[in-house]
């Protein structure tokens, strides 16, 4: 049932994002086109090259240039941080809009569909966080000194591959802080929408909730950064193995309390 | 046997009261109408069978379970509002309740589509209300679920597509399961009925099997409904 949950899951985001996602890569196309073939000179060339560029102050540079720039770099932040605000609003909607109907009469439990939104949600932010990294590296590809770049990512690759488990261990350690992030999100919307449906009455709530939440949780984890258990580090990056147990925590109590508001408590 | 089994159900909301002191016990193989007017607590009461609200005080099981995620195995909802996802076509539809309710029939999904003059490639976004009605009670009615609920499947379609909206109901309708079924048009659903409550402002004010009903009080359903609601 978590696969077809899952699945179910990716499937509305796609439906509902794919012609966003769609339309963000050919407007950045077309802009990087526009750019390239009509705006290109060789003092933009040097402004872009990388390990020592720099462009004469108001040489040839066009009014036109610097908004398409402008404008390509707010659509790629945009993309990136477009699943943040789709995941609250789609839970939200999920909970208490038109096809909550639908969601609710699903014979499966709730920790099952808490998941699965969370999961589809991570996949989400890794997909659109990914496509808005590429956009911008291939404006630069595109604008500035191709060669360089391509060792630059050369070594990189290199560096990656040769610190296998480490990047695996970041990477995973990055999804499960996004994870958490969002859980307790999910919580927040959850505890709101278990008074009300009513958004003028549940968003302030939900807000309050994450407040409090988000500062009792700062003051334990101040507290056990004087217990740190036993410290290890993954990369350059030291942990706690008390701040490590805490995040688990937070996350599968999350995970069950939303689980549980879910099913005892939220009604439609 | 006992399909859905509510005693003494009370349920406010905050201070106002929706539902006070309702007991409903539906036996297989009928089709039972919970009739009343605006407000009385219809839409409330199937939303508790179906575990989409909770009931302040009181129990309800269906076929002895307790309400909760189990009990959705055995409860088809057709609620009173539109409730599938416009980008969705009606085959995707089809493959959304095929993936989540093991008792769902693909065949009878298929006749019923055809009954209602329906395609699997059309979209939910170009259907008019009264397809999204059809659309709607056939994925309902293509599961072989123990209690179907219908919350006003009547409202708001024309004449003919009511008459079809009936048929299927009739068609589909099996001797192992119970429809529970909320309306305002008596007059259309009244041939259906085997049995009838009447609620009104949150109380069973008159209860029976249909035939009894009408033969005691020399009425048909509707007048009935009329007398008591004085209409």
Redesign the interface.
Known sequence: MLGKLIAYELVKKWKSSKFLLLGYVMVQAVIMFVIRVFLWNEEISKGFYINGGSVSAGNNVSATFILLTVLFFILAFFIGAYPFIESIYRYERDLSGKQAYLELMIPAVGWMKVLAKLIATVVGLAICGTLSLISMFLFFMVNSNFRYLMDLVGQFLDLMAGNGLEVALMILFMLFSLASAYMIIFFCISVAKSFTHKNTIAVPIGIFVFIIFTACLGLVSGYLSRFPIVTFKIGEIAFMLSSTLLDIAVILATLAGTSWLIEKKIEH | MITLKAENIIKNYFKKSALSGVSIQLEQGKIVGLLGPNGSGKTTFL?LA?????PTSGSITVCDREI???S??L?A?L?D?????D??TIKEARD?YA???ADFDMKRFVELLDFMKLSEDMKVKSLSKGMKEKLALALTLSRDARLIVLDEPLNGVDPVAREQILGAIVRCFNQESTILITSHLINEVESILDEAYFLKEGKIVLHGLTDVLRSERSKSLDELYREVFAC
Not at chain 2, 50 to 54: E, K
Not at chain 2, 81 to 85: A, G, K, P, V
């Open positions: 939303k179906t575990g989409l609200v909770r909760g995620y189990r959705k195995e409860v909802l609620p509002s539109e409730f599938l996802y980008w969705m959304t993936a989540f309710f």
